[in-house]
């Protein structure tokens, strides 16, 4: 079954302890991207990636770090995670043919940070 | 950068009815346009996309025209159930980048 999915997808911490959330798509997507939802504010993109090693900032990349070593990954780490990261967080894959299409999303993880 | 507004934030109609939603952009290169449903809980899906190569793309009850002179485009839904109740949100893309407006509640009442 073609899928995101994301780990974990509840989590309670507490400021400045390190943390990742993992991304992982099996449709052989060339594009992900990490979004965050907060209300009012509606979905803001943070990081994307075109392809492997390749990354770059959206909307709202302050206080986060990506990285995209295999195709199917692209983890989202939060090094000194803050109250105001505290969100719903959304990853999604698309199959790139040139420009942006269908984005397919990760069943989300809620992140508090106390 | 990139800036789309979406109006109106919450809308109520009558089953059957048609229901339209506005969003306005800023940045004229880009060039695609999607749009996604979202229900209580779960993750947005796509409903329908247009690309600044063409005007307008329907898909059944669903609707998109694009105007690029005045850089605005909209969502038709006719014939509106309950089912269609949810937030939507349009986007704009340049490249890999995506900017969301900030969604529309829409309401269905049977």
Same mark, same amino acid.
């Given at each position: ?32 991207? $990490?979004? @965050? ?16 090693? /390749? %990354? ?39 199959? !790139? ?15 508090? /940070?106390? | 950068?990139?800036? /789309? ?25 880009? &060039?695609?346009?999607? $749009? ?9 899906? !796509?409903?329908?996309?247009? @690309?600044? &190569? ?39 893309? &340049? ?8 969604? %529309?509640?829409?309401? /269905?009442?049977?």
């Amino acid at each position: 079954e073609a899928q995101v999915t994301q780990n974990p997808r509840y989590l309670i911490t507490v400021t400045g302890k390190k943390l990742t959330v993992t991304c992982s798509q099996n449709m052989n997507h060339e594009y992900m991207s $990490w979004y @965050r939802q907060d209300p009012g504010l509606g979905l803001r993109q943070i990081y994307y990636s075109m392809n492997v090693e /390749v %990354t770059d900032k959206g909307d709202v990349p302050e206080g986060y770090k990506v990285s995209r070593k295999e195709k199917r990954n692209f983890p989202l780490i939060l090094e000194s995670p803050s109250p105001n990261q505290t969100s719903l967080y959304f990853c999604a894959s698309s199959d !790139l043919a040139g420009d942006l299409a269908t984005q397919y999303f990760g069943p989300g993880t809620r992140l508090t /940070v106390l | 950068g990139e800036n /789309v507004e979406q109006h109106p934030s919450t809308l109520s109609v009558q089953e059957g009815d048609s229901a339209v939603i506005k969003c306005t952009y800023s940045d004229s290169a880009s &060039n695609y346009f999607p $749009w996604y449903k979202q229900e209580l809980g779960k993750r947005p899906q !796509l409903i329908i996309d247009i @690309r600044s &190569n063409v005007g307008e793309k329907k898909d059944q009850r669903i609707a998109v025209t694009l105007n690029k002179t005045a850089k605005h485009f909209s969502l038709h839904i006719t014939e509106t159930q309950p089912e269609d109740s949810a937030v939507y949100f349009c986007a704009a893309s &340049n490249g890999g980048k995506l900017i969301f407006g900030q969604g %529309t509640e829409l309401s /269905v009442k049977p």
